[in-house]
């Protein structure tokens, strides 16, 4: 009976551990996932209707929009219809830029806070560019698909998980593109790495890093009614993760054939924007929420690892990390450029010098430079030149432009899509909800609600 009643007690405490266990292993905060309306399907790999002229219509044109304004009077095929800002000198100092590019002037809207509607209202228009303060982003968006238009916005395209699922609803039933503005994915070290691991040059890849690290201390005087300053002293978390997310999610093919299942954050404490507010303003502040610098760790579910970094406080050399671990090689663009492989990945032929290759360090700058000549993205082979005599980040501003016109004419996927947009724009909700709750695991909804494995490996697409 004792024994009996041993094997009993060591049983009950068995079940007892391993449910702890297995409760404390499975412990995550969970956000609601809105059910797809009946009849609503996904938009994954989506195509429109080929557009011969993509007729654009600008919304905010402070320091980030003309240079899109102008970018677009350099692409064929489009035509500037339509301006709007609040403020109606920025109208007219992009209309300058028309003139001065001899094309004619375009309709103009302004003076109030919703003059942009009329603008998505038009019927002549086919695109609708959205450059303003990220607040007005979502709602801007979901206005312009309601009413028959592919929109581009920049980023954050969104901040919430509401704005997140009210663009890729819209999306959805409208059957139209929503695309974030997310040029660093057209960087010439990050598009040329991209396509050496999709060529296999680095293994399996496994863990990536991002960051947006630029101290935005000269810039804070210029944002119109001071609105990312304010965006920061609201809001705790990664505020500005698309930089670094971008190019991390196309090498792990994020909602091609992996997806990330959760995140956990950390920030320090904020130092240097509530400094920054007293110095300026002489207020003294106690609720400014951004921390300095902010960490978030991602992981997917093929088992790869992600880190972000967001610090626009502190003086630190701009990066944007941008990282690569692959089961055989490395690369890195931040601070300086370097790419390690095993000696055996480099034929001889292939590039000078192959003795200096060593397998501990990063190859030589010879054959750095040899190898991304060798695999420069068949993108950056047909505008290069043009991308940068145009300008706009070193030229990687106009190639995301060029590129959304392209697909638009083409009737091909854009190279980025609502879901993209979704899972890089999620940090914003999610990282807070860690850092509030110590650090905490927060689980990433499948934003395409069961399309992520629907395709295998994130490709551009090409007209044949
Ligand atoms: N991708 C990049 O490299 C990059 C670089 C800089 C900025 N950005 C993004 O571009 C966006 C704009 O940034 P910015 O630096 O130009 O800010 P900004 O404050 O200089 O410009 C915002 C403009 O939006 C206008 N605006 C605000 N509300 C409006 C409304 N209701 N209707 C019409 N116009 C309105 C303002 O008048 C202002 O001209 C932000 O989302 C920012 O994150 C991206």
């Not at 969970?30 to 790999?45: A, C, K």
């Not at 009210?166 to 695309?179: D, G, P, V, W, Y």
């Not at 034929?347 to 397998?359: G, I, M, Q, S």
Request: with cysteine; aromatic share 10%.
């Amino acid at each position: 009976m004792k024994r009996l009643n041993r094997i009993i007690t060591v049983f009950c405490a068995a079940i007892l551990l391993f449910t702890a266990c297995t409760t404390q292993k499975s412990y995550m905060i969970e956000v609601p996932v809105p059910e797809r309306e009946p009849g609503q399907t996904d938009v994954v790999g989506l195509v429109t209707e080929k557009l011969e002229t993509v007729r654009v219509g600008f919304i905010g044109l402070g320091m980030r929009g003309p240079g899109a304004v102008e970018r677009f009077t350099y692409i064929p095929g489009t035509e500037v219809v339509a301006l709007c800002d609040i403020v109606p000198e920025r109208v007219e100092a992009c209309q300058e830029i028309l003139r001065r590019r001899n094309l004619p002037e375009a309709a103009a809207y302004s003076g109030s806070e919703d003059a942009w509607k009329a603008l998505c209202e038009r019927d002549d228009i086919d695109l609708v560019y959205i450059v303003t303060d990220w607040k007005n982003h979502a709602q801007m968006g979901v206005y312009a698909m309601e009413h028959g238009k592919h929109v581009a916005i920049e980023v954050p395209a969104a901040m919430t998980m509401d704005e997140i699922w009210a663009l890729i609803n819209t999306a959805e039933k409208t059957r139209k593109h929503c695309m974030q503005l997310e040029n660093c994915v057209y960087d010439f070290f990050e598009l040329t790495t991209l396509n050496m691991a999709q060529q296999g040059l680095f293994g399996e890849v496994l863990h990536v890093e991002g960051s947006y690290i630029h101290n935005l201390e000269d810039f804070w005087p210029y944002y119109y009614n001071n609105w990312r300053m304010d965006y920061n002293r609201t809001h705790r978390g990664d505020v500005y993760p698309t930089h670094g997310m971008g190019p991390a999610c196309q090498l792990l093919d994020i909602h091609r054939g992996d997806r990330m299942k959760y995140l956990v954050a950390m920030d320090t404490k904020a130092v240097n924007g509530p400094a920054y507010i007293e110095r300026t303003t002489g207020e003294k502040v106690t609720d400014f929420k951004n921390g300095d610098h902010t960490l978030t760790l991602i992981r997917t579910e093929k088992e790869k690892t992600i880190h972000i970094q967001h610090n626009v406080m502190t003086p630190r050399p701009y990066s944007r990390m941008y990282q690569l671990t692959g089961t055989d090689g490395f690369a890195n663009k931040y601070p300086v450029q370097q790419y390690c492989l095993r000696p055996t990945q480099v034929a001889a032929d292939e590039v000078p010098d192959h003795e200096n290759l060593n397998a501990h360090g990063a190859v030589s700058k010879e054959v750095r430079e040899a190898l991304m000549l060798k695999y420069k993205h068949p993108i950056h082979q047909e505008l290069e030149e043009i991308a940068k005599k145009v300008g706009g980040h070193g030229g990687m501003d106009f190639i995301m432009d060029y590129r959304l016109v392209y697909c638009l004419q083409n009737g091909l996927p854009l190279d980025m899509d609502v879901y993209d947009l979704a899972e890089w724009c999620c940090l914003p909700e999610l990282t807070a909800l860690s850092i509030e709750n110590n650090s905490a695991p927060v689980a990433i909804p499948d934003f395409t609600r069961g399309a992520w494995n629907k395709i295998q490996g994130y490709r551009h697409a090409f007209a044949e």
